[in-house]
């Protein structure tokens, strides 16, 4: 009856520890899911920043002060998805935008009122890619 009793323990333990191994393995895929979610759905609000940013340029006779908003608002955006992620392309691309933006921002404190939006497009369109699973 010892015996029983022992190996009904080992059993109950193995189980709890099997339960916890799987646990914390839907965990950590959920956080990864979730992260994603969150590159994907900060993308595509940069996507619209990016969008907003290009009218604002075309309208900055109307209204200069848009174009500075614009840009703060990618940047804002820019610093979500550097916080929340680790995967290095992300990183890359979140890097290659800010740097687009950053001259974009350069380009029209120094009174340019047509900059080349170009690269902040494709860097967008690069971070949207890295960011779809």
């Known amino acids: 009856m010892g015996a029983n009793r022992r190996r009904g323990h080992r059993t109950t333990i193995a189980?709890?520890?099997?339960?916890?191994?799987?646990?914390?393995?839907?965990?950590?895929?959920?956080?990864?899911v979730g992260?994603?979610?969150?590159?994907?759905?900060?993308?595509?609000?940069?996507?619209?920043?990016?969008?907003?940013?290009?009218?604002?340029?075309?309208?900055?006779?109307?209204?200069?002060?848009?174009?500075?908003?614009s840009i703060a608002s990618i940047e804002n955006n820019l610093d979500r998805i550097g916080d929340r992620t680790d995967n290095a392309d992300v990183n890359k691309a979140v890097d290659d935008l800010r740097k687009a933006v950053a001259n974009v921002r350069t380009a029209v404190d120094n009174g340019d009122n047509t900059p080349d939006l170009s690269p902040v497009t494709d860097?967008?369109?690069?971070?949207?890619k890295v960011c779809t699973p």
């Open 123 to 128: 860097a967008a369109g690069e971070l949207t």
């Open 35 to 69: 992260t994603a979610l969150d590159c994907v759905q900060t993308a595509d609000t940069i996507a619209d920043s990016v969008t907003d940013l290009q009218q604002a340029v075309e309208n900055t006779a109307d209204d200069p002060t848009r174009t500075s908003q």
């Open 15 to 32: 189980t709890a520890l099997a339960a916890v191994a799987l646990t914390t393995g839907l965990t950590a895929g959920c956080d990864a």
